[in-house]
């Protein structure tokens, strides 16, 4: 059974890359995703970069879809990671339990990280004075844990949700397999 699940459209080497450092993953698409009958279990839930750009993903329709069983899920303990989304409209994380505004804008950035968080570690082995990101939270009531220097501001933030973690990153490289052996790590949580 998947400890942790990958949404999106189709397989592709994110996949790979989280199955090699947690075992296997499972590919959850947004047909699935939005079907009222589609139950999964699952430690982590993992949403690649591009999800709310049409060019690259059809997951934002589907995540609007499902928004009540995410909130469920964080709330029940579940741990979620969301990356960019690779847009610059407004709404394109109106379907979580947090407000915050994203600025889509690709460049590198001089970080600074929180070590106090368990989650500081998902850009350990980049270079932390040139970090790509594809952009940065403007608003957010989430801890910082992540800060870029150059724009003052974080590219990776940390939610509480009930029991759950959310977190929402802009760094636009693979999450370390430190980073991803601890959020596959806990019992699997209903989605």
């Known amino acids: 059974m998947s400890q942790t699940a990958v949404f ?12 090699e450092a947690t075992g296997p993953v499972e590919a959850v698409s947004p047909l699935m995703l ?19 750009n049409v060019q690259y ?17 964080l709330e029940a303990g ?3 990671l969301v990356f960019g989304a690779a847009d610059a409209g407004p709404s394109r994380y109106d379907w979580l339990p947090v407000e915050v505004s994203y600025h889509f804008e690709f460049m ?12 500081g570690c998902l850009a350990d082995g980049y270079n932390q004075e040139k970090l790509p990101c594809d952009g940065w939270f403007e608003k957010s009531d989430g801890k910082a844990v992540i800060t870029s220097k150059t724009v003052n501001a974080p590219v990776l933030c940390e939610w509480k949700i009930g029991e759950g973690t959310l977190l929402l990153a802009g760094v636009h490289e693979y999450p370390s397999t430190a980073f ?9 949580v209903s989605f």
């Open 34 to 52: 939005a079907a009222p009958f589609f139950r999964g279990s699952f430690a982590g839930v993992i949403i690649p970069t591009g999800f709310g």
């Open 78 to 80: 579940g741990k979620m």
């Open 180 to 188: 991803l052996r601890e959020f596959a790590k806990g019992e699997p």
């Open 108 to 119: 590198e950035h001089a970080t600074e990280t929180d070590t106090s968080s368990p989650w």
């Open 8 to 19: 999106w459209d189709s397989e592709m080497m994110f996949h790979k890359v989280v199955e």
């Open 57 to 73: 993903s059809r997951m934002l329709p589907a995540l609007r879809a499902c928004a009540s069983r995410i909130e469920e899920y």
